[in-house]
Structures are given as C-alpha cells and as structure tokens.
C-alpha cells in the first residue's frame, strides 16, 4: 500500500515538469520543499528550471555540487530561496563557490573609492547602474544607491564653496583641478629638491640673516677647518652659515604656498570633523607647523646660542620632517589608478601588515637574547640591545657587518636566524601581494566594465535622437 512519504509529487518550473517523491522533499529538515502543504501533489514555482534541477539532486543526494555554467553568485541566491544550508555545500565548489562572492566585495571596494566626479559635475548613470547591479541582494533601495554613489555632490555643487573644494581636492572634477594638481606635486618637487641641497656648501653663504652673528664660519679657511675638525661639517654650515639668497626665497615661497593651500583647503571643506580624520590631511597640518618653526629659527640662530643645545635639536628635527613633503605626492593617487591601488592594498592588508611586524618582533627579541647569550664570553656584543639590533639586520639580510658571532654556536644562531627572517619576511608579504594582484586585476575589469557601460550609453542616446529627429521629419 502506498503512504503518503511515497506518493508522487509533480514541481512545475516555468513549464517545466519535475517528479519526485514526498520523501525526497522532506529528505533536508527545513528546506523550503519541506515545507510544502502534504495535501497538494501538484506545485507551480516561476524559476529556472535548470538551477532547480542541482536543488533537487541536493535533496536526493544530501550534498550541494555548484554547475560551473551558472554564476556562483546566482546560485548562492538560489540556495537561499529554497532554504539550502550552506553546510551541505561540496569542499570541491568551495572555491569556485566564494572566489566569485571575494571578486564581487572587491568590485564593492573600488566602486566606493572611485573618483565620482567629472568635468560636468553631473551623476555618472553608469556607475549607478553598476552599483544597483551590486547591491540588489542587499536592502538597499534604488534611492539610497543613488544617494550614496553622489553622496559627495548633493546639496554641495552650487556654492562656490563646494567648487573651491572640489578644485583643491577632487583633481578629476576638471580640467583646471588636474593642472592645479600638477602644480602642486611640481612645488613638492620643487621644495624636496630645495631641502636635498640646503647643507651643500656651494650653496651656503656667510649669515646674514642673524643680526650679530658670533662666528661667520666661511670668512676665514682657517676659523672654517678648525670648527670642521672639532664638531663636524654637517653642524658647521646648518649652525654658523646661511643659504644662499635665492635658496631662501624659494624655500619661502614653497612654505607660504603650502600654508595658504592647507588654510584654503580646511576653510572650503564640507565637513570640517571629518577633515581631521583623513591621514593626509593631517600630515600636510603637521608640516606646515614644522615649516613655520623651522623658518623662524633659521632667521634667528641667534636663540639657538644663546639657549641650551637641545633647542638646536628641535630645530634640526623639524627642519628633518621637510623631507615628508615628498609623500604630499601621493595626491597623485586620484589620477593614476595603478598609484591608487597600491594604496588601496596596504589599506586592505592591515592583518598581514601587523602579522609581519609581531612575528617579526618576536623573532627579533628572541634570536637577540640567543646571540648574546651564544657570545656571553667574547665582547662583541656589549648588550642584548645591540644583540638584537644585529637580529634585525640580519634577518632583514642587510648585514652591515659591524656586529658579527666570532663562536660556533654564534655561528649557528646566525645561521638559523637569516634563514627564518627569510620566512617571516616571505609570508605575510605573499598575502600582500596577492591583495595588491587582485585588487589591480579587478579593477583593470572595473574600468573596462565602466568605459563600455558609458560607451553603450552614449550609442543608445545617439539612437534615441535620431529616431525622435526621424519622427519630427515625418510629422512635418
């Protein structure tokens, strides 16, 4: 006699017939087939049969297998709608599961860091398309893509406030911003190039710019030679000489032009709390405050004499922050993607980054406190700080030479100590890489995808055009 867990049961997909057994539908518990009225042998579902058929085989075999001719993502959804456990996922789809859900988060990254301007200002319809696409199984609703794809231009673009920020900072939003970035990253140049050259003797002159200067360093060869032997050259020309004339204008003009830019910048931004938490903000405010102390004890060296030598070293310390301007050029990374991905990588590779430096500390300390110990009887190594400065330059595989073991079993730590810095430094940077690699290959797609979305676009209203042009001429 037939029960009911035998009876036959007839799924209509979309025209499509399939015939199984009641037992097999209630084969996974809580799977939406489970969950079907017993008292109805005859079921209509608008889907695609063809996916149905790997979501019954699940239910008759207890395992999911992914088809390698349907997307991975589809399919996820698929699961989702008939209530399939991801746990019964086969570890052979695994990959091709997830590698394709990895592909998409990452096309989600470089949506959202995409330069949303244009010259015209007006919202790119492509990049809205391309985002809805991405976000249509999330709860966003069509409105919220839109807002927030052009969160940065509503409300903003007709004050001439918003323009000014946008010139400044969005060099993408015209063809007067990207010259003005130019001219930027030249003065950066410019100024990096004005510091490499500061303490070349050729270019420093008698002080002029201390009223009373005590000791004038190049009047005499001899004075010059003498103060040379006893401090060093480096200390001679930065305390007792001053660049030359034109040096210090140009350098001057790089200070003034920054402070004026850092000052227009921070009084046209939109959201000024917002303004402090973006790293490369605050580095340009932390070198315009050096520049400002270091231009002003240079035009009064005579405070330098008169205090005690650590206000010399202030001095010097901020002077030695001067060569920070050159990552100002990293303000280049919103015109060229390849500069903008590589930022992007070490953003999104945090984990690895501080995996690489605790593995690397511990492997410091520890084959440190080995060396010292290995050469307790022999004066190489005065201290276990030194100890493990020889660590870190010998994993690093530099090896300056000026610390080395003299014994076998110093020998055998170094040994041992060269090769696993080989292995700590390899791993965490393989991960990197890999970031970088896929972040780079993803977006090469992503642009293409966007210029043939545009292009599409442009074909369809060209179309559109003349077949409205083409009625007009009928009518008439």
Wanted: proline share 3%; charged share 20%.
């Amino acid at each position: 006699m037939c029960t009911a867990m035998d009876s036959a049961v007839e799924i209509d997909l979309s025209g499509t017939i399939f015939k199984t057994k009641r037992l097999t539908l209630k084969a996974i518990n809580g799977s939406y087939l489970s969950k079907l009225n017993d008292t109805v042998n005859k079921y209509y579902f608008d889907k695609d049969p063809t996916l149905f058929r790997h979501i019954l085989n699940a239910h008759r075999d207890g395992t999911v297998h992914v088809p390698r001719d349907v997307c991975p993502m589809l399919f996820k959804k698929e699961l989702l709608f008939w209530n399939i456990p991801l746990s019964l996922v086969a570890p052979c789809c695994w990959k091709y599961l997830y590698e394709a859900e990895s592909d998409v988060e990452t096309f989600k990254i470089l949506l959202q860091e995409e330069n949303k301007y244009d010259s015209t200002n007006k919202v790119d319809e492509a990049q809205v398309g391309i985002k809805q696409t991405m976000f249509a199984g999330d709860s966003m609703t069509d409105s919220e893509v839109i807002e927030d794809v052009n969160e940065n231009q509503i409300g903003n673009k007709r004050t001439r406030a918003s323009r000014v920020w946008l010139f400044l900072e969005e060099p993408g939003s015209s063809a007067a911003a990207k010259i003005w970035c130019f001219f930027y990253i030249f003065v950066v140049i410019l100024s990096v190039v004005a510091y490499i050259i500061w303490l070349d003797p050729s270019v420093r002159v008698s002080q002029y710019l201390t009223k009373n200067p005590k000791v004038d360093a190049l009047a005499n060869q001899t004075i010059y030679e003498y103060m040379v032997y006893i401090f060093n050259e480096k200390v001679v020309l930065l305390a007792s000489t001053d660049p030359h004339p034109a040096l210090l204008c140009l350098d001057i003009f790089c200070v003034v032009f920054f402070i004026l830019e850092a000052l227009v910048h921070f009084s046209m931004c939109p959201d000024k709390r917002n303004y402090f938490l973006n790293a490369y903000h605050l580095l340009k405010i932390f070198l315009c405050i050096s520049m400002i102390i270091s231009t002003y004890f240079e035009c009064r060296k005579d405070l330098l004499d008169e205090h005690d030598f650590r206000l010399g070293e202030i001095y010097h310390a901020f002077k030695s922050c001067y060569a920070l301007r050159l990552l100002l050029i990293f303000r280049l990374h919103k015109i060229y993607n390849g500069l903008h991905i590589m930022v992007l990588s070490l953003r999104y590779s945090v984990k690895e980054l501080l995996l690489l430096g605790f593995s690397f500390l511990i492997a410091v300390v520890v084959y440190g406190c080995l060396i010292f110990s290995a050469e307790i009887e022999t004066d190489m190594f005065p201290s276990t700080q030194i100890a493990m400065w020889w660590s870190l330059i010998t994993m690093t595989t530099i090896g300056y030479g000026d610390f080395y073991p003299t014994t076998t079993w110093g020998y055998v730590v170094g040994i041992v100590c060269a090769i696993n810095g080989l292995i700590v430094l390899a791993l965490p940077i393989a991960a990197i890489a890999s970031t970088f690699s896929s972040l780079y290959s993803r977006n090469a797609d992503f642009q293409k995808h966007m210029t043939e979305v545009r292009k599409q676009k442009q074909i369809l209203c060209v179309e559109k055009e003349t077949l409205m042009h083409c009625e007009t001429f009928e009518i008439v």
